[in-house]
């Protein structure tokens, strides 16, 4: 990586950038859900390690929350478009120089950031509690070089239209600046009270409506015509998708404090704007398990359409709770409780790490020139995801279920303490399995690059055999 | 750009954006905005300080130029008795809370109250100051605004502090970074809901309580009791400082972690504290080996701890 730093950007071989962003992300994911884990274990076991400032939940929680946000997800998306870009545009990526820097500024940036939360240097706002310097760096280090390489490189494309993912990578870029730069302003300008409590779920509600849900969509809609060999089914609900996600996506920020003092007229709105989230929800699912129809046999046997199919159907459960949990008439009995956890966690660890994976495995592998190197080893990691993911889930679910009833009627607090501990362990256990399947997918890619058989020129990796 | 409908497009995604940034940015701040501060609000923002997350005066959230809360009943400048007032003092060098330095956050009518009746624009914050909150009879309403106690009164913050039992000074400022760095916030809410919790935890806050405030920490997962009006459920130290020390001494079952590192070296009578010891103590305790637990040392006044336990008796 610092030989190609000073290097020329014509020396650096194309793809670089994306191949660097490829195995930070992965490093990050087993980095964030083994933290994940270990906190589960403080979870269901509160002596497991006790009396060491640096390794209390309290200093680790934002930790672990942080590195898989900015870490796996974000950089896997940064991969995702430093290759998915240009090939969409016939050209190459506008600088993998740039790129190069970006992913070095962004590794460095990240490791500072998370160990100064690690040591309790906080603003105290949940997913903007990077301090204030932190966060300038994320919008004009990280996200404003990203955007960069992305619009020049759709502007100096070598096609006429540009396709639905460009479209979605273009705008995402630009509205995480501004939700980045906006969400963290009453830190900048020391806004307080309830404007900076409102702003703080401003961010925590746009960050994932308007960088991670399109993003993730936006990759599905690659990789599913790519591999499959189908056409989009529709470019025209691909519109629809992708301008209810701009408006309707954009708006329901307040629906996170629906019990707070704000002002009713902003609750209400939310509320109603949350329940038309289903519109790109509805729009996305269907146009892409259109675009399966008479390849369905690969969703059993190719490796990266298993990984976005099922990213895909797992936005039907999210949407289905994120439209209607939030109406007030569902709200009161969930807020706060693990129900919430559990749909955060469909959110980032169902939908969208399932798209973000099966981005990473097709893109190392075509800009690698390598076919990966075990099929057994990466089905085992889709099952060890996907039965962790929904052991987690499930138990979390259960578990506010649980917590919902115990506040509606009034039952003495350690009761429901005591009352969710099988699935505090429950939850332990799913959430190491994921943390296991990462350090496999690990290996398997170290060794694909290692390893993989040569993808001959003019082949696509699927079309090849697996060896093992 | 070659396509025409690229630049339309490019225009309505602005058009777009730029409404619900409208719609969810700019409308809320102006309705918020025009929100008069209640009484609770002023004493939250007078005795946590300008802000308990990172900030320049305190980079490392160790409670660095934070104010004191202290409880008095005679007048810290003359002596003579008065009644008992709380009050908020500023040592020199400790940054005003946001409703001193920009009093239009405080509303209307307790922005104009707290700068003509209680002189809050001649505090400064290099000599220090006392605030005090009062309240005024305005044509039937009764509002609360904030005095300049140094001002009005020549309460100095020395003779304020020296003015109150050490029982009745509470590090409340110091207590409430030790609550976001230790992320209390985590698990403990501070936002009950105004659905259901009035039962439990009490009343959920309005609208005016958080002007000046930074960070809320209201908290979004809730694994463990609201703690909004927790002083006013359990207001005993002691049993504070055995929850703190290990949570397991006075709830078997709590899944709390031990928060015993903030005690630091030296306990209230300045004797060594022997962490080892004690666990190795606690575990026979736990083992049946012993009757009773070990005893919990009591903080020192400089202790994490002691500030922490002050925040959290002194939420009513």
């Known amino acids: 990586m610092f030989k190609y730093m000073f290097a020329k950007n014509e020396d650096i071989p194309p793809g670089s950038a994306a191949i660097f962003f490829g195995f930070s992300s992965i490093l990050w994911f087993i980095v964030g859900t083994g933290l994940g884990s270990f906190n589960a274990a403080k979870l269901a076991f509160p002596d497991f390690v006790t009396g060491i400032e640096m390794l209390s939940f309290g200093h680790m929680r934002q930790v672990h929350v942080l590195a898989v946000i900015m870490g796996w997800i974000s950089m896997a998306f940064a991969m995702a478009m430093m290759y998915i870009t240009p090939a969409l545009g016939n050209t190459k990526l506008w600088s993998e120089k740039l790129g190069i820097w970006n992913c070095f500024i962004w590794n460095l940036g990240l490791c500072v950031g998370l160990i100064l939360l690690w040591f309790g240097v906080t603003s105290g706002r949940e997913y903007s509690d990077m301090i204030w310097p932190v966060d300038l760096v994320i919008v004009f280090g990280i996200f404003l070089p990203l955007g960069i390489n992305v619009w020049m490189t759709i502007k100096t494309r070598r096609t006429q239209g540009i396709y639905t993912t460009n479209w979605f990578f273009g705008a995402a870029t630009f509205m995480v600046i501004i939700v980045f730069t906006v969400g963290n302003s009453p830190e900048f300008f020391q806004l307080t009270g309830l404007t900076e409590a409102y702003l703080t779920w401003w961010f925590a509600h746009n960050v994932l409506g308007l960088w991670i849900t399109p993003v993730a969509a936006a990759i599905s809609y690659y990789i599913v015509p790519k591999v499959t060999g189908n056409p989009l089914y529709s470019h025209r609900i691909g519109h629809l998708h992708f301008w209810s996600v701009v408006v309707f996506y954009s708006t329901p920020a307040a629906h996170h404090l629906m019990s707070a003092p704000l002002p009713e007229w902003l609750k209400s709105f939310a509320s109603v704007e949350g329940v038309l989230i289903l519109v790109p929800a509805i729009a996305f699912v269907s146009n892409l398990l259109l675009t399966m129809s008479g390849k369905w046999k690969m969703f059993v046997e190719n490796v990266e359409i298993k990984f976005t199919i099922t990213g895909v159907l797992l936005a039907i459960p999210l949407n289905m709770q994120g439209g209607f949990q939030q109406t007030r008439a569902i709200n009161w009995y969930i807020h706060g409780t693990g129900w919430i956890v559990a749909h955060a966690h469909l959110a980032l660890l169902g939908f969208s790490t399932f798209l973000e994976a099966a981005a990473v495995y097709y893109g190392l592998q075509t800009l690698l020139r390598r076919k990966l190197y075990s099929l057994a080893l990466a089905n085992f990691h889709f099952w060890m995801l996907l039965i962790g993911f929904s052991t987690y889930w499930i138990s979390m679910t259960i578990a506010g279920l649980i917590q919902g009833a115990g506040k509606i009627y009034e039952v003495p607090y350690i009761d429901v303490v005591i009352a969710e501990h099988p699935y505090m362990i429950a939850r332990w256990v799913g959430g190491t399995m994921v943390f296991l399947g990462n350090c496999v997918w690990l290996f398997n890619m170290w060794k694909t690059m290692r390893q993989g058989t040569l993808i001959p020129a003019g082949r696509l990796p699927h079309e090849l055999a697996y060896e093992r | ?316």
């Open chain 2, 1 to 316: 750009m070659a396509f025409r409908e690229y630049t339309i497009g490019s225009r309505m995604f602005g058009l777009a954006f730029g409404t619900s940034m409208f719609i969810t940015l700019y409308m809320p701040a102006m309705d918020i905005r025009n929100v008069s501060v209640t009484d609770v609000g002023l004493h939250r923002q007078l005795s946590f300080g300008r802000i308990s997350g990172f900030s320049y005066e305190d980079p490392f959230l160790q409670g660095k130029a934070k104010p004191t809360t202290v409880f008095i009943s005679k007048d810290p400048a003359n002596g003579s008795a008065i009644e008992a007032t709380t009050a908020y003092v500023y040592p020199a060098g400790t940054p005003f809370p946001n409703g001193i330095r920009h009093p239009v956050i405080l509303g209307e009518k307790p922005q104009q109250l707290s700068v003509t009746t209680g002189k809050i624009e001649m505090a400064d914050d290099t000599k220090g100051a006392v605030f005090v909150v009062r309240t005024s009879d305005q044509g039937g309403d009764t509002i609360s605004y904030i005095e300049n106690a140094t001002a009005t009164r020549g309460w100095n913050p020395e003779a304020t502090i020296n003015a109150a039992s050490e029982d009745n000074t509470l590090y409340v400022g110091k207590g409430k970074v030790m609550f976001v760095r230790e992320g209390c916030w985590w698990c403990h809410t501070l936002l009950p809901e105004q659905t259901q919790d009035w039962q439990y935890f009490g009343a959920p806050p309005m609208l005016g309580d958080f002007n000046g405030e930074s960070p809320t920490a209201f908290g979004s997962d809730r694994k463990a009791p609201d703690l909004t009006h927790v002083g006013s459920r359990n207001s005993s130290r002691e049993w504070m400082m055995m929850h703190f020390f290990n949570p397991r001494l006075v709830q078997p079952y709590s899944i709390m972690p031990r928060y015993d590192y903030l005690w630091g070296e030296k306990d209230v009578d300045g004797k060594t504290i022997d962490y080892d010891g004690w666990r190795s103590e606690y575990n026979k305790y736990v083992a049946n080996e012993r009757i009773y637990p070990p005893e919990v040392p009591v903080p020192a006044r400089d202790s994490e701890a002691r500030a922490l336990i002050d925040f959290v008796v002194n939420l009513k």
